[in-house]
């Protein structure tokens, strides 16, 4: 009887503390793109547009986007309106695979960082402002400078929430063991 309320207690306890943990481990992220993840498209965007699950504020370039045999894009001034962001762009390059990549602040004061990968199954058409650039023989030049490439949404410096989820439960299931096996040699 003893070892029964302790169990329950232990259970209530963790589930109490898994439920608590969990609204603190909801960081904003990316809800959608245009372009979205994994497009193909026919012809290049004039313009992109970052839709996120929560405030956002921007930081000094904010958003690269480069492609194929070193093709970068140039990108207007992004503007933000609550949870979206939307920036000008001038595509340059090959067919080929692109990759998106953003950084942004959240309300919460975290920044994070992303990408999106999308295709352009026909090459964008080259500038006046590249053209003349190849006659100087100048390398092209771009007004943002590519960020390092990083994986899903994740605010710098903290995991992602998942790993916390698995660990939660990991403490749970360690505490119902060790309590069953406490009952088990007092019976």
Known sequence: MRFKRFGASLLVT???????????????????SDPARGASLATPPTQIKLTFTGPVTLPENPIQITGPENASWTVGRAEVAGMVVTAPVQAV?????????????FEDSHVASGSVKFNLSASAPISQVQSSQAQTSQPPTSSATPAPQSGETTPEGLLPTWVWIVLAVAVVAAGLVVALRFTRRKD
């Open 14 to 32: 963790g589930l109490a503390l898994l439920g608590a943990a969990t609204p603190a481990l909801a960081h904003s992220e990316l809800k959608s």
């Open 93 to 105: 390059g090959p067919a080929g695979e692109y990759t998106l990549r953003y950084k942004v602040t």
